[in-house]
């Protein structure tokens, strides 16, 4: 199995459901991928697509650093983290690690629906373009 096979899924708890949403639309993408998040929105992504969602510690417990870690060991993907801009709550996952993360690393990050949507029209490209992997 090629490198990059993981893709990182969070949301500030008012944009659960629109990733849910991408994720149930866009099914057949994310079904080649091994899907990881903290348990907060790994059982609600669960609850609401039915795939399953590897979790890591909550973010209150450092589950998003456990996450960022992973940007930098070339498994990751794409990270979708899907960003409240008017979030004022502390317990909510930080995501300016994730932005040095993944510039460093050159791996995509979504931070709204909009670019979500756009990265996962890519991994489906990039997915078609693999010869040999169904």
């Not at 909550?58 to 589950?63: D, L, M, P």
């Not at 899907?82 to 994730?98: K, V």
């Not at 990265?119 to 490209?125: A, D, E, H, K, M």
Request: charge should be neutral; aromatic fraction near 6%; charged fraction near 20%.
């Amino acid at each position: 199995m090629p490198a990059a096979q993981t893709i990182i899924l969070l949301a500030h708890k008012r944009l659960i459901k629109p990733l849910a949403g991408l994720v149930k639309k866009r099914m057949a993408t994310f079904e080649g991928y091994r899907l990881i998040s903290t348990s907060e929105t790994g059982e609600q992504l669960e609850e609401m697509t039915g795939l399953e969602v590897t979790h890591v510690f909550s973010a209150r417990k450092g589950g998003d650093m456990q996450l960022c870690g992973l940007v930098c060991s070339n498994t990751i993907r794409a990270v979708f983290f899907l960003r409240d801009p008017l979030n004022t709550d502390p317990s909510e996952a930080d995501i300016t690690p994730f932005y040095r993360a993944c510039d460093l690393n050159n791996v995509p990050l979504a931070t709204n629906v909009v670019s979500a949507a756009a990265i996962t029209l890519w991994l489906g490209r990039k997915d078609a373009e693999r010869p040999g992997d169904g």
